[in-house]
């Protein structure tokens, strides 16, 4: 019995002190909110056509660092949405598409429709945004000229717009008094109420004339 005791304490030691093996870790697949196609444009700063021609790991690649971080250079052939200079550089941190990367490494030479937002003064992007390698299907010709569409709507202005960009708040405004010109007295004096006055004094002068001629007429 006691022999039978020590046996299994013996055991329950071997197994504690034995290396635990850790299960290898599975990729997983890239998991977004899921957006439409206007949404995504909505929320990309710049949206470009262009050529990746150079990929650069930052840093010691043998170093253990993780994630890895990537220079992406980026020919732009087209922008879609915003502008600026014809190569881009896009902070990228995974060169596999279950990382939601819109990268490979066999990216260059490829071109890619980008959805671009700044982070820290740094253009990145990814799948979720709705970046990647445009092939010779259907779908991505059709994508490229419905993003051109949207943004078009985005930018053009409706009727009511432009109706109200033309008008100038100088034309709708009320100049005040002091927006007035000078007319010689500077006074503000409405010119109605001067002409009154000088009709009244006529009036009055003429009436005055008329009492001083008939005196004069009961005299002779």
Request: hydrophobic share 40%.
């Given at each position: ?17 034995a290396?635990q093996?850790?299960p290898t ?5 890239c ?14 700063e ?33 922008y ?28 260059v030479?490829?071109?890619?429709l980008?959805?671009?937002?700044r ?37 053009e ?64």
């Amino acid at each position: 019995m006691a022999a039978r005791v020590l046996l299994s304490l013996f055991l329950v030691a071997a197994l504690v002190a034995a290396p635990q093996v850790l299960p290898t870790p599975t990729a997983h697949a890239c998991s977004c909110n899921s957006l439409t196609l206007v949404e995504q444009v909505e929320r990309a700063e710049f949206i470009v056509l262009g050529v990746v021609t150079r990929i650069e790991q930052v840093g010691d690649p043998d170093a253990p660092v993780f994630p890895p971080e990537y220079d992406i250079d980026v020919a732009v052939d087209a922008y879609l949405k915003g502008s600026g200079p014809d190569s881009v550089v896009v902070q990228n941190f995974s060169l596999d598409s279950d990382g939601c990367s819109a990268f490979e490494r066999d990216s260059v030479g490829q071109e890619h429709l980008l959805f671009l937002s700044r982070f820290e003064d740094r253009l990145r992007t990814g799948t979720c945004e709705g970046s990647g390698r445009v092939t010779d299907h259907p779908s991505w010709s059709e994508s490229i000229e419905e993003v051109r569409r949207i943004v078009s709507r985005q930018v053009e202005p409706t009727a009511t717009e432009q109706a109200t960009s033309i008008t100038t708040p100088a034309a709708t405004e009320t100049p005040v008094a002091t927006d007035l010109p000078e007319t010689g007295s500077g006074d503000g004096t409405d010119g109605t109420l001067v002409a009154v006055s000088a009709i009244a004094a006529a009036v009055l002068g003429l009436g005055a004339l008329g009492v001083a001629g008939w005196r004069g007429l009961r005299r002779v």
